[in-house]
């Protein structure tokens, strides 16, 4: 990403410095009107239609969503953003369909919430560790971007250290102002963001020619067919440079990766379970998955239509900001760097908080803590701060914006969505075929990992492919860990995928007698509804649209 020589970068500085005052101003209002958890982790559960929809839409419109998937696009056409936008888009409408309802009727605070009540203690400190190894990631993720924009917009100042800045600054008005904090300012960012996505489309749109031009592009990068989602095993391309079997595998776990992934995840139920009512968590969801797809394809769009205009682009991560710097005037390209790192910080406030509400409301009552009102307020302000200390340190040792979004949410994939959807849908499942499917998908997953890596799984081993058949290129850093180990990663996450789906089945039958199904019950351990059917997303719009009575709000 490169601004040396743009004459009004002075411009973004001042944009980006507003939005920084501005979130801090809300996290301190918002400070004053927290008065215990539900307060600070789901904002007192009264979000309506609007906030829910735009918050999660902004939380999810992060940094691999922007610079990510227009460098994508660039290279590989909607082959190479599958994951994201298309994936994420998908997890939202399945969410909201098969999950979301259950989740805001049982008043949860966190994720975690569900599996203790469905499988017990164990399986209790299994999802924590999940979701928080998932956040690191995430906020690692973020931060990465961060420091990129950082850098690009002050040379002389190294990655890292716009890393820790940006950590400093997220970090300190998230553990002020909580839910009500990053649901106000995720909901001013989206304007910013898509508004500001959806300028660099229409002026790169027009350069390109219009729709005519747009649709006329005939490749990419790496691949012939831009505009296809199939992989091409027929031709040239494959998928991502894979063929055979584990090109198959490596294109139906882009599907899974974010698209089931990211279901059983802390920051998008805490938004959903913010909602003011069941119908509105599951409007909600849906609104934003609309918006997720709308404004989300619009980045490898840029990223497609900027090949047509610049094949010659030296570093393709950076080719959104190109874009913008390039054919946007200057005023609304400055607006849109400003809301770019808003963006960032959206989401890494929402990774913050996310993991610290796991640890307050699920590890230290395990571990015999208990904490009062205040006391949890201020534990959870406490785990923001270590949380963001934590992803700090992984954005540094792996500084890689798309791969550890992705990777982030695989981690749930393999691990933590069959116990969560199984759980809800399977009156069989117990914790021991909970345990089995976590444990069994996690350690499927490595050995997999590696025999991908070097043996291939299906077809050649991504060594080979990365290495273009010479594996002594892996010796350069950069083939080896951006190419080979992250496809590795990523087609073994298949077949783990379901391996944890019959280890789930498989001892769940086998220990009916020593490890009896729990039913599900909700907050205050009360039984939930026991025909799976009425937590499907099926509820009327309108009851997501009335204004509620106060006496109706279940605080």
């Known amino acids: 990403m490169e601004l040396e020589g743009y004459p009004y970068v002075w411009l973004i500085v001042t944009f980006i410095v507003v939005f920084f005052l501005v979130r801090m101003s809300v996290g301190i209002w918002a400070s004053r009107k927290v008065a215990d958890a539900a307060d600070y982790i789901v904002a007192g559960r009264r979000l309506p239609i609007y906030m829910v929809g735009a918050s999660v839409m902004a939380t999810w419109f992060a940094a691999e969503t922007l610079l990510g998937a227009s460098s994508s696009g660039y290279q590989y056409g909607f082959q190479g953003v599958i994951f994201d936008p298309f994936g994420a888009a998908a997890c939202l409408f399945l969410s909201g369909f098969f999950f979301t309802r259950l989740m805001r009727r049982a008043r ?4 975690v919430d569900f599996f203790e009540r469905r499988y017990g203690s164990g399986m209790t400190v299994l999802a924590s560790i999940a979701q928080l190894m998932t956040y690191f990631v995430w906020t690692g993720a973020q931060l ?54 959806t ?72 938004r959903s379970m913010s909602a003011r009512n069941e119908s509105t968590a599951v409007w909600g969801t849906y609104l934003a998955g609309v918006l997720y797809l709308f404004f989300g394809i619009m980045s490898p769009l840029v990223g497609i239509m900027m090949f047509q205009l610049n094949p010659g682009l030296e570093n393709p991560d950076s080719v ?168 590795a990663v990523y087609i073994a996450s298949f077949p783990a995928f379901f391996f944890s789906i019959v280890a789930m089945v498989v001892v769940s039958l086998l220990t009916q007698k020593q490890d009896v199904p729990r039913p599900i019950t909700d907050i205050d351990g009360n039984l939930l509804d026991t025909n799976p059917f009425h937590y499907l997303g099926l509820t009327p719009l309108k009851d997501a649209l009335r204004k509620l009575r106060p006496e109706e709000y279940d605080d």
Request: glycine share 12%; charged share 10%.
């Open 144 to 197: 990465v971007a961060a420091g990129t924009i950082v850098n690009a917009l002050f040379p002389s100042v190294p990655v890292e250290v716009g890393m820790v800045l940006v950590a400093i600054w997220v970090t300190g008005y998230t553990m002020l102002g909580g839910m009500l904090a990053d649901t106000l300012l995720d909901f001013i960012q989206m304007f910013f963001t898509a508004g500001g996505v």
């Open 108 to 111: 949860y605070l966190t994720i």
């Open 199 to 270: 300028l660099i489309f229409v002026f790169v749109l027009n350069a390109v020619g219009g729709w005519q031009g747009l649709t006329s592009i005939p490749s990419t990068l790496y691949n012939p067919r831009p505009f296809t989602l199939l992989p091409d095993m027929a031709g040239e391309a494959g998928y991502l440079g894979h063929f055979g079997a584990s090109g198959w595998m490596y294109w139906a776990a882009a599907w899974l990766a974010i698209g089931l992934g990211s279901v059983p995840t802390q920051d998008l139920f805490q």
């Open 320 to 487: 959104l900001v190109v874009a913008a710097l390039q054919y946007v005037p200057p005023v609304l390209t400055a607006i849109f760097m400003a809301a770019l790192a808003s963006a960032l910080m959206s989401t890494s406030d929402s990774s913050l908080l996310a993991g610290a509400s796991v640890v307050t409301q699920n590890l230290f009552p395990l571990f015999g803590k208990k904490l009062d009102a205040v006391s949890e307020v201020k534990w959870t302000r406490i785990m923001v701060f270590i949380n963001g200390l934590i992803g700090v340190v992984i954005a540094i040792t792996a500084s890689v914006i798309y791969e550890l979004g992705v990777v982030a949410w695989t981690l749930l994939l393999v691990g933590l969505f069959v116990p969560f959807a199984f759980g809800m849908y399977w009156k069989k499942a117990n914790q021991w075929g909970a345990a089995a499917a976590f444990v069994g998908g996690f350690a499927s997953w490595a050995v997999l990992t590696w025999v991908a890596y070097h043996i291939g799984l299906g077809g050649e081993s991504t060594a080979m492919v990365c290495s273009g058949g010479d594996l002594s290129r892996l010796s350069d850093p950069a083939i080896g860990m951006d190419c080979a180990f992250w496809d």
